[in-house]
């Protein structure tokens, strides 16, 4: 692996506080996969075609979750209703490839995000791991 430059890790822990849940400039849509879907119906206590209907809206041939207001259609009181079986984008943020560049890292994200910087360190290699299978390390 070529050197990168956090290579000592990046701290993060995601504080719940919705931030990322609004829609502003590149991060407007949070695309859901067929998992995704039936993970967030069953855990709302709905059939697929029921939570699809009422939430979810086709974006250039990919299904993303509606907005409302300007943030994300399950964001309530500040607070995600599906926390638990969040769609993956939502797993994996802040980890995605273009977050990773050092001034977008330290720009926007830290700016939006208040979990950068906390917690537990992330190495190199589970930052690599997110970033290939999609999925968070526990």
């Known amino acids: 692996m070529d050197e990168v430059w956090y290579r000592n890790g990046l701290k993060f822990c995601c504080q719940q506080c919705g931030q990322c849940c609004w829609d502003e400039g590149d991060y407007t849509e949070v695309y859901v996969e067929k998992d995704d879907l039936r993970q967030m119906a069953a855990y709302m206590d709905l059939y697929p075609d029921a939570f699809y209907r009422r939430f979810v809206k086709n974006s250039e041939g990919f299904d993303v979750l509606r907005s409302r207001d300007g943030a994300c259609i399950m964001l309530r009181g500040g607070r995600c209703r599906v926390y638990p079986v969040r769609p993956r984008q939502c ?48």
């Open 91 to 138: 797993r994996t943020w802040p980890f995605w490839v273009e977050n990773l560049r050092r001034h977008v890292w330290y720009g926007e994200v830290r700016k939006r995000c208040p979990g950068v910087g906390k917690g537990y360190k992330y190495g190199v290699d589970e930052i690599e791991k997110i970033l290939l299978s999609g999925e968070p390390v526990s």
